[in-house]
């Protein structure tokens, strides 16, 4: 089973010190990472900075089109207005379906503001009391759990950019 997790840092740059612990903990075998994104949100922008980590991944990465649909949804869907309302609301219907719930994705928008940053891992086969001992101090866990099914209708459903 898949695991979607989200580590919230109260600074901009907390969350690329995290991707280093995290790839050591790879290399250690305490985790097996098979997609991950930083968002560094430097608090004179008025959004946030993104960056899919191919390097920390191998084969059976998600697209960038994952990460784009699930950062709109938390950072800009709030700002589009009515006129892409129904658009994100089926959006947003899909990734329920795979197990990224309304309450997740509210959940990681009130909590990654302006000033902060986000490590997101889609990851496998992690030791967790390992991996959270080893995250930089500060790191604030938000996660959702994915069965197997629900990690392949996610891939399904990004599968094409």
């Not at 990465?61 to 609301?89: D, E, H, K, R, S």
């Not at 795979?98 to 891992?121: E, K, M, N």
Request: charged share 20%; no cysteine; hydrophobic share 45%.
């Amino acid at each position: 089973m898949a695991t979607m997790t989200v580590w919230k840092f109260s600074d901009a740059t907390g969350a690329g010190a995290a991707k280093d612990a995290l790839a050591e903990l790879q290399k250690e075998g305490l985790i097996r990472i098979i997609d991950a994104a930083i968002v560094e949100w430097d608090p004179s922008r008025k959004k946030p900075k993104t960056e899919q980590l191919h390097n920390l991944t191998g084969a059976g990465a998600l697209t960038g089109a994952f990460w784009g649909w699930l950062f709109g949804l938390i950072f800009f869907a709030p700002l589009l207005g009515m006129a892409v309302g129904a658009a994100v609301g089926a959006l947003s219907g899909s990734l329920t379906d795979v197990g990224i719930d309304d309450d997740f994705i509210r959940q990681t928008r009130d909590a990654i503001t302006p000033g902060t940053s986000a490590l997101f891992v889609l990851s496998q086969d992690a030791v967790i009391d390992k991996v959270v001992e080893r995250v930089p101090t500060g790191g604030e866990l938000i996660h959702t759990n994915l069965s197997s099914e629900e990690e392949q209708a996610l891939r399904e459903v990004f599968a094409a950019e």
